[in-house]
């Protein structure tokens, strides 16, 4: 008989509950472990060698996933095929490697027959389970142990809670990898040059920023507002940059100034000059800085407007916060 709308949602809430409950005990367990596996690999890639993951079934999955990883913050890693490795893929193991083997039980032959293997190679060993007192645990040089009080398959048999607990204490040893490496949004974005990812971590303001007729620039002396408002039309911006006699940003008259200047500088005000009304100095951002960093200052300031400065305090570009969704760093 099919299950009515409100019992479904019932069994999955307690799907959920039930996989928090594992990621609660493994993040309440964890100990000097943990840290003893982070050394390890931070000594391993200082050493100039690799971490090698392998598992067998959903564990294999993970290895995959904890490997990509691993691999995307600079760590250098590979997926071992336990039964392939039996039959020569052993050959991409060097001495000084560092193997992570994944088992919930600890007792998968697969990985008990690596255990020694790996020693003769020379490699140390992880063992990422549930399982602490287990073979494959105690013959490890280190232990990533997770906690998972039950599944949450209602047969007990579909590995769910111990899997998503593994894959969450991976995720957990890569994220605190990446901190204690000092790893910066650069260095990141080395290793994710493609895609939507790529474009929003490479990009520079030079390659957003409005240049030429679009990026509204006059002498801070002799301009009046009049002509600031036409030079801000022309380019279709909301601001326009004033620079002094070296050509170094002075100000910024936007059209939020011009309101108030309409406001406050009398009938006459398109003939004043618009250093009346200006803001000194205004936000600005490196013509060299990343996109993202445009972005974040758009999104604290709340602001519209902002101008890019060469070396030397320059206006050399402009970016309009309307620009920023067309070119999908948002």
Same mark, same amino acid.
Not at 268 to 273: A, E, G, I, N
């Given at each position: 008989m099919p299950l009515d709308s409100a019992t479904l949602l019932a069994k999955a809430r307690n799907c959920l509950t039930i996989e928090r409950e594992a990621l609660e005990a493994?993040?309440?367990?964890?100990?000097?472990?943990?840290?003893?596996?982070?050394r390890a690999v931070e000594a391993t890639v200082e050493a100039g060698h690799k971490v090698i993951f392998s598992g067998v079934g959903k564990n294999a999955h993970i290895a995959q996933k904890l490997t990509g990883t691993l691999n995307s913050i600079g760590v250098p890693s590979c997926f071992l095929d336990a039964t392939q490795a039996l039959?020569?893929?052993?050959?991409?193991?060097?001495a000084g490697d560092l193997t992570i083997l994944l088992s919930n039980s600890g007792a998968t032959e697969e990985m008990l027959r690596l255990l020694p293997l790996?020693?003769?190679?020379?490699?140390?060993t992880i063992a990422l389970t549930?399982? /602490?007192?287990?073979?494959?645990?105690?013959?490890a040089d280190h232990r990533l142990v997770y906690s998972v009080p039950r599944e949450a398959c209602p047969l007990a048999l579909a590995p769910t809670a111990s899997t998503t607990a593994a894959l969450a204490l991976g995720d957990a040893l890569a994220m605190v990898l990446l901190e204690s490496r000092g790893l910066t949004r650069e260095d990141f974005?080395?290793?994710? /040059?493609?895609?939507?990812?790529?474009?929003?971590?490479?990009?520079?303001?030079?390659?957003?920023?409005?240049?030429?007729?679009?990026?509204?620039?006059?002498?801070e002396t002799k301009t009046t507002v009049q002509e600031a408002i036409f030079a801000m039309t022309k380019?279709?911006?909301?601001?326009?940059?004033?620079?002094d006699a070296k050509g170094k940003l002075a100000g910024i008259f936007t059209d939020g100034d011009f309101r108030r200047s309409?406001?406050?500088?009398?009938?006459?005000?398109?003939?004043?000059?618009?250093?009346?009304?200006?803001?000194?100095g205004g936000k600005t951002v490196s013509a060299d800085a990343l996109a993202v960093e445009a972005l974040k200052i758009f999104q604290q300031l709340k602001i519209s407007d902002l101008f890019a400065l060469d070396t030397k305090g320059r206006p050399v570009g402009y970016i309009d916060v309307q620009d920023l969704p067309k070119l999908k760093i948002l």
């Open positions: 493994t993040a309440g367990a964890l100990g000097e472990d943990f840290v003893a596996v982070v039959h020569g893929d052993l050959g991409l193991c060097a790996f020693e003769k190679f020379g490699l140390k549930g399982a /602490p007192n287990s073979e494959l645990a105690r013959g974005a080395k290793y994710h /040059p493609a895609g939507t990812l790529g474009m929003t971590l490479l990009l520079r303001v030079r390659d957003i920023m409005r240049t030429g007729e679009s990026c509204p620039v006059l002498k380019a279709k911006a909301g601001a326009v940059a004033l620079v309409a406001l406050n500088g009398g009938a006459d005000f398109l003939k004043k000059p618009v250093s009346d009304f200006m803001t000194r």
